[in-house]
């Protein structure tokens, strides 16, 4: 039963102009959300998280949205850069467990 | 400066052959400890996660079993691999409730189960 669901697979997006990765949720007891970014064959990074409390957060390029009502957030990515290329996975915590949607792959062509 | 060790990087194994993977954690104390797997075309999937020595809780049964002998090490073990066991294994930390900075990986072991 996936709680956390990232329906894209993949985005391309030029460099410069704004990336924006959807994930959908489905348990209202998650209290915090986070943005992970992964490269093939190594472990995911943490890039930015939001608690349930708040609508935005914002850290340099990259800002997460989450619109409780409709168990959605967005990560954007401005202005996106080759670098960024990778894939994202959204996850939310509940209680311990930190759960995983299956990921965006993100590239970003110069 | 905390650091996560997983080891090995690769690992290909028989079916019916046990396993035993090993992470351990230095620079901290009294860590959240995970174990995920990645399988082909998947999601990260949350396999265990410990809270303390001795406590283990599984979120899906399988052919797998966790054990943590140490404050800062997690070990991911089976007696019997299945093909289906096939995948990408990271280890991760957190501490406290891990909100704020979420859970620090390892570099992973991709084990191949033939």
């Known amino acids: 039963d996936q709680q956390v669901k990232q329906n894209s697979p993949s985005l391309s997006v030029q460099e410069g102009r704004i990336s924006i990765l959807n994930c959908d949720y489905t348990?209202?007891?998650?209290?915090?959300f986070l943005w992970y970014k992964k490269y093939p064959a190594e472990g995911p990074t943490f890039l930015i998280s939001?608690?349930?409390?708040?609508d935005k957060n914002e850290d340099g390029r990259f800002t997460v949205f989450l619109n409780k009502s409709a168990k959605h957030l967005s990560l954007h990515i401005v202005p996106s850069q080759p670098g960024d290329s990778a894939v994202y996975f959204c996850?939310?915590?509940?209680?311990?467990?930190?759960?995983f949607g299956k990921g965006t792959s993100l590239l970003v062509t110069p | 400066s905390q650091t996560i060790h997983q080891w090995p990087a690769t690992l290909v194994q028989p079916v019916g052959s046990p396993l035993s993977l090993e992470c351990t954690v230095e620079?901290?104390?009294?860590?959240?400890l995970y174990w995920y797997r990645q399988a082909a075309g998947r999601g990260l999937q949350l396999l265990f996660y410990s809270v303390g020595i001795g406590q283990i809780s599984s979120e899906v049964p399988q052919n797998l079993s966790a054990s943590r002998p140490q404050d800062r090490q997690f070990i991911l073990s089976s007696k019997k691999l299945l093909l289906s066991d096939s995948g990408f294994y990271l280890c991760?930390?957190?501490?406290?409730?891990?909100?704020?900075?979420?859970?620090?990986f390892g570099s992973g072991t991709q084990l191949s189960v033939l």
């Open positions: 996850a939310a915590f509940s209680g311990y467990a930190l759960n």
């Open positions: 939001i608690s349930s409390i708040k």
């Open positions: 991760a930390w957190s501490t406290g409730t891990g909100r704020n900075e979420g859970l620090f």
């Open positions: 620079g901290t104390s009294n860590p959240n």
């Open positions: 348990n209202s007891m998650f209290d915090y």
